[in-house]
Nanobody, 122 residues
Framework: EVQLVESGGGLVQAGGSLRLSCVGS????????MAWFRQAPGKERERVAC??????AYAESVKGRFAISRDNAKNTAYLQMNNLQAEDTAVYYC?????????????????WGQGTRVTVSA
């Protein structure tokens, strides 16, 4: 059974930092793309970062502030978030493809974690 478990969310003041973690199991972690998405109240889900091999992609809204990384030995992906702003408040999800292991264009048919909430106070 594939599992993705996020942690590291919480409440932080604007300008602060958080690092989210996502531990994967039940699949070959090191040859799968890993992505981070977020969904704010009343808004659509948005992909914020993805790593597939040497390919990295970021949403424009987080470029220069967020960084995705991974430790394949620990089956863990990370999202370092710096200079957080109120508009970054959302539930953050990690995700991985269930086919086409290098894909970053993920949807509901792929693997998803349960989410971790990030709240940024102004």
């Amino acid at each position: 059974e594939v599992q993705l478990v996020e942690s590291g969310g919480g409440l932080v003041q604007a300008g602060g930092s958080l690092r989210l973690s996502c531990v994967g199991s039940g699949f070959t972690f090191d040859d799968h793309a890993m992505a981070w998405f977020r969904q704010a109240p009343g808004k659509e889900r948005e992909r914020v970062a993805c790593n597939s091999g040497t390919y990295y992609a970021y949403a424009e809204s987080v470029k220069g502030r967020f960084a995705i990384s991974r430790d394949n030995a620990k089956n863990t992906a990370y999202l370092q978030m710096n200079n957080l702003q109120a508009e970054d408040t959302a539930v953050y999800y990690c995700a991985a493809p269930n086919y086409g292991r290098g894909r970053c264009a993920l949807d509901d048919n792929d693997y998803w974690g349960q989410g971790t909430r990030v709240t940024v106070s102004a």
